[in-house]
């Protein structure tokens, strides 16, 4: 007789048992193979990766993933797109017929024949590391509150979750290119109300920096801020540094001469401070000195 599996659905577990690679359940599955691993669900991904330390991911037949595995992914994934969760599944494994579409491009066919167990990732379960791939810290200022999600590559999907303004707490949704490395909340116009920026850096031998920044509207909702381009672009070839001082955003980077390599530049640097404005269409960063 199949064993129906209940799912429990919270927003931290849906339980059954611990973290392993392949066991043995007992409790009336002893006599079958436990798979633990990561689930993916999405337009373009319906996939299940073995905790195994090895990158061997499996398509899921699609008439066996129910409506309430599909409910249980989106409660306990991250805000991102194709997050992982954590989960324990009995079923079969099929790499030997053959599989078109998306399917084609995995090791195999993963056909469920229950879930044990499905979590939002953890450092408990997390085998082979994916939270590490992922920037994710909260900011908070009085009732404000910014949690900041992004993975982590060439280009990075990103997030930004706001929480305690009045009128609008949307989440903001980007693909940065590269990755973000400092986040900031501080007041930039003296106003009273505190703006997060978002500094990241881009892959690659440049690694050119950039902003992603909002204000806030007197705490009722926020608004993205906009960082001017370079009014004098001579001698620049990334590198560069934002951070804050004395609650200015500042900018500094090396120059280069025609005739330097990316990884010497010899023409000494550039420092730029900005000062933040409210325009007609929204929040500007402008230079306000350069040195």
Known sequence: MKHIIILILSIASVSFVSCGTQNKKKSGLADQTIYTGYLIL????????????????????????????????EALSLPLPYS???????????????????????DGLFTIDSVVKAEALSAENDCD????????????????????????????????????FEEDNAPQHKEVDGSIQQVELTDL?????????????????????????????KNKSISEIYLQPLSDPSGYMGHDRFYIEDNRLKREFPLYK??????????GKRIITYQLEQGEAGWLLTEQSVQ
């Not at 905790?51 to 398509?59: E, H, L, P």
Request: some cysteine.
């Open 42 to 73: 999405g337009p373009e991904a319906q996939s299940f990766t073995e905790c195994k330390g090895k990158a061997i991911s499996y398509w899921i037949n699609g008439n066996t993933i129910s409506k309430e595995l599909s409910a249980s992914y």
């Open 84 to 106: 992982s969760i954590y989960v324990e599944l009995t079923g079969s494994i099929d790499t030997l017929s053959p599989r078109e579409g998306f399917a084609s491009q995995y």
């Open 129 to 164: 590391g994916r939270l590490n791939n992922i920037f994710d810290k909260t900011f908070e200022s009085g009732d404000i509150a910014f949690r900041i999600l992004s993975a982590t590559g060439s280009l990075s999907p990103s997030v930004i979750i706001p929480s305690g």
């Open 189 to 217: 116009n003296s106003d009273g109300y505190n703006e997060i920026i978002c500094f990241t850096t881009s892959a690659g031998s440049g690694s050119y920096g950039d902003i992603w920044a909002f204000a806030s509207n």
């Open 258 to 267: 025609e005739e330097d390599t990316n990884n010497r530049p010899t023409a």
